[in-house]
């Protein structure tokens, strides 16, 4: 009975230590490719290859919407607040979509004119809720 | 505390436990949920820049906690039967399987009904939305494999094992938002604080703690019913009834 226990002891354990080296594996190869988005200073740095379809991230810089007035075509930075770069689209914005706040473009980066041309533009929300009153109270303090 | 766990594992005990403690508790649990999600719904304050959609974080964090909770229990089961073959274990693991795919799709689901607005898509792959679809793969495995086996020795062996290796997608999940860049924001409530506004928090806590209190009371419901189940032709089962009549 005794054996048999320490059997098992030996069988959960080997599986646990074998899940351990399997999990570092994991990600380690998942630290290549699994992030979502490149950062401006990713493509500026040219760290990456020509894709046809790639999704940047960062933050909308202040005061860099052109919105144009006669139709739905917009151009805004995306900055990392070490480098930017500028992004173009032509659709309907999310709600979210405004400056100083997250935002993740899918589209193609043109090496030529230093233009991401946009498909897609999806807000990015961070990790804070805060009340209106709040937020006016904040901004009235500073 | 051998003695109270040795009560806890037997089968008859921990049957008139859970049938004395199951009304108050489920009763209890639908309480406090109320409270915290109409609380939440109705009274906390506008988020200033999702608007009203945010409140959907009253269901959404809840059962994404919980999901991954009960995933967390059933790994500590596994190793439990795997080790000592305590039966308790695995009448826990396939009871609470169940409860864990539906949260899971819950947090999903309402994942998906938040990000449309908030985000512009429904869908994405990043890691912490991919790692979430994978444990809702791994509870449907899990729970196929209960009528897979002739015996009932080899469905709780398989169970555990299937249970301990899934468990490898526990850390990715949660540490999928902090390692890479995800479309999902990283963690609001950590160890050193909250980055909710206490307004909005407290509803949200409440919430969170009911929907724990819910799966308890209906997590030892099933495993009554998984008990009997085993249990049919033992004399104990049969002076329940009897009593009964």
Redesign the interface.
């Known amino acids: 009975m005794r054996t048999k226990r320490r059997n098992r002891v030996i069988f959960v354990s080997s599986l646990v230590a074998s899940l351990s080296v399997a999990f570092i594996f994991i990600v380690l190869a998942m630290n290549e490719n699994v992030d979502f988005y490149y950062t401006p200073s990713d493509l500026t740095s040219s760290k990456i290859i020509n894709k046809d379809s790639l999704r940047i991230g960062g933050l909308v810089q202040e005061d860099s919407i052109k919105i144009s007035k006669d139709s739905l075509k917009t151009n805004f930075l995306v900055t990392d607040l070490e480098n930017s770069i500028e992004v173009y689209y032509e659709g309907i914005l999310p709600n979210l979509f405004k400056e100083n706040s997250g935002v993740i473009a899918r589209g193609f980066y043109d090496y030529s004119d230093g233009i991401f041309y946009a498909k897609e533009i999806l807000a990015k929300h961070d990790e804070n809720y805060i009340p209106k009153e709040v937020k006016k109270a904040l901004v009235n303090d500073s | 505390m051998r003695q109270l766990f040795n009560q806890l594992i037997s089968f008859p005990y921990f049957f008139k436990i859970a049938q004395i403690s199951f009304p108050y508790l489920f009763l209890l649990s639908i309480l406090v949920i109320l409270l915290g999600v109409l609380w939440g719904v109705f009274f906390?304050?506008?988020?200033?820049?999702?608007?009203e959609v945010?409140r959907i974080?009253y269901l959404h964090v809840p059962a994404a906690s919980v999901a991954q909770s009960i995933y967390y229990t059933m790994v500590i089961a596994s190793?439990t039967y795997?080790?000592?073959?305590i039966k308790m274990a695995s009448v826990f693991m396939i009871s609470m399987a169940p409860l864990g795919a539906i949260f899971t799709f819950l947090a999903l689901f309402t994942g998906a009904v938040w990000g449309q607005?908030?985000?512009?898509?429904w869908w994405?792959?990043?890691?912490r939305l991919t790692s979430t679809l994978i444990l809702l793969i791994l509870y449907l495995a899990i729970i196929s494999l209960f009528s897979s086996f002739d015996r009932r020795a080899s469905t709780d062996q398989a169970v555990s094992?299937v249970v301990?290796?899934g468990?490898?997608n526990l850390?990715?999940i949660k540490l999928s938002v902090e390692?890479?860049?995800?479309?999902h924001?990283?963690?609001?409530i950590t160890l050193s604080g909250s980055?909710?506004?206490n307004?909005?928090?407290i509803p949200l806590l409440i919430s969170i703690f009911g929907f724990y209190l819910y799966v308890t009371a209906i997590g030892m419901r099933k495993m009554q019913v998984e008990i009997l189940k085993r249990e049919i032709s033992h004399n104990w089962v049969k002076e329940i009834f009897k009593e009964k009549r």
């Open positions: 906390s304050p506008v988020d200033v820049t999702q608007g945010y974080i190793i795997l080790i000592w073959r607005p908030t985000w512009g898509t994405v792959w990043d890691a094992i301990l290796i468990g490898i850390p990715i390692w890479w860049n995800t479309l924001q990283s963690a609001s980055s909710i506004d307004e909005m928090l």
